[in-house]
């Protein structure tokens, strides 16, 4: 079929630059035959350009051909003086010459009018691929000119602000009212995005902004624009792309007011279960160490009127009251140490450390110094310490534990170690997490809470290492200040 078609299409080109010549050569028979006039021979030249325009360079070229035979059927003209043979010939290769010429520039100028047709169909085709693209994107796009005005935009960006934007670059740009995000300043014509890519052609990617739209509404946008540049680099246009993130940014703020309720309230049971440790700690060591002490009075007592017999009772009974107190003594402070608040932190976590040599008989040494540290950040780093001693003599099976200890004017460190098997970090986060056992997770999240950082560096036959930095009060509300 399409053979057919190709040949039947060859076909009328040629019987079409045969038909122009024949034409030709009529009007100029019925001229010089009828009107007894001098007949032009640019009805030929005509009849060439025709077939040429119509056929393209081979109908010209057979157009040019049969009119070079009517050229030399119809010299010399028979009113005319005969002409000599040379000039004739002249004449003919003159025609011939300058039709073969028309033909070539002719097939060119079709040429190249068919290609140009051809690519704006292409363009054409393409323009609706994007616009149908367009259409389809969640996201509001524009496509500008160099003058800021708008070539292109989609459905999406018309929802975003709630109708048509005006298609005026420097209207747009004055009409819309848009704010920054973080601080409610309004965006001024010369700041947005797309200016900034006309002029300066800058990327500007995910923008946090707020838009009163069209039709009233305050919604907040993620704004991103990037210039559009020809072969040579220089810029054309641009394009804009605005996401709705309304509920993303309201999310994330309800979120963020959320979490820091959440750790006011944990502060907060942190700081009443010190409280009550404290209250407790008090009570073991003022009521109940009073009551083992009197007891161990009226033994005493008793020891010196009882006979010889009672005597070793009496003494083994006084010696178990002994390690009773001690017992609670100990408890007390492990509950509260009162010699953190009396001589501070730098000193409480050396008596720990004694405290558990002596008790689990692994080597414990501090390294460093800590001055004055603020008491709820001296409570975190005294528990932290506390429970990872406790780690190490019941999973550890370490020799030594170093405590490490340093401070800036802006941050306070404190690092665990030990020479013990070490273990897998991520697996036994997830068993703690899982079984409940809150042991380091209660250490990591006492440290957040308080805006702090802990890392655990363990691997299996290389001990362990626990950091904790924190900042210092003065500090954290420099950053804080610094961040709002």
Known sequence: MFLERSTWTLIRRYAAAVLSVGVAVIGFSLMESRWQASAPFALFIIAVVG?????GLRPGLVATALSAMAFVYFLPHPAAPVAEP????????????TACY???????????????????????????????????????????DRGGDTILTNAASQSIWGGTTAVSGPERWATSKGYWHDSGKRIAPTEWASVRALSGGETSLN????????????????????PIRDAGGSIVGSVIVNEDVTERVRAEKALH????????LSRRLLAVQEEERRHLSRELHDEFGQLLATITLHLHAVRAVAGRAAEASLDESMAVLQRAGEQVRSLALELRPTMLETSGLNATL?????????????????????????????????????????????????????IELSQTDQRVELVVRDDGIGFDVM????????????????????????????A?????????????????PRAADGLAQSTA
């Open 51 to 55: 077939s040429a325009w119509f056929g």
């Open 86 to 97: 040379p000039i004739q010939m002249v004449r003919l290769l003159s025609f011939v010459v």
């Open 102 to 144: 028309i033909v070539w520039v002719t097939a060119n100028e079709r040429s190249t009018v068919k290609t140009l047709r051809q690519m704006h169909d292409e363009l054409q085709r393409k323009n609706e691929a994007l616009r149908a693209v367009l259409a389809t994107l969640p996201v509001g796009v524009v496509v500008t």
């Open 207 to 226: 923008e946090l902004i707020d838009i009163d739209t069209f039709n009233g509404q305050r919604k907040t946008i993620q704004n991103s624009a990037a």
């Open 257 to 264: 007011e959320s979490s820091n309720r959440l750790q006011l």
């Open 350 to 402: 050396r008596w720990l450390a004694e405290q558990h040599q002596q008790r689990s008989g692994i080597d414990t040494q501090v390294v460093g110094y800590l001055s004055e540290v603020p008491g709820d950040l001296a409570i975190a780093c005294f528990r932290v310490a506390q429970e990872a001693l406790t780690n190490v003599v019941r999973h550890a099976r370490a020799q030594h534990v170093w």
């Open 427 to 454: 697996s036994t986060l997830e068993q703690a997490n899982g079984d409940g056992n809150l042991g380091l997770l209660g250490m990591k999240e006492r440290i957040e809470i308080l805006g702090g950082t802990l």
């Open 456 to 472: 655990i560096d363990s691997r299996r036959g290389h001990g362990t290492c626990i950091q904790i930095a924190l900042l210092l």
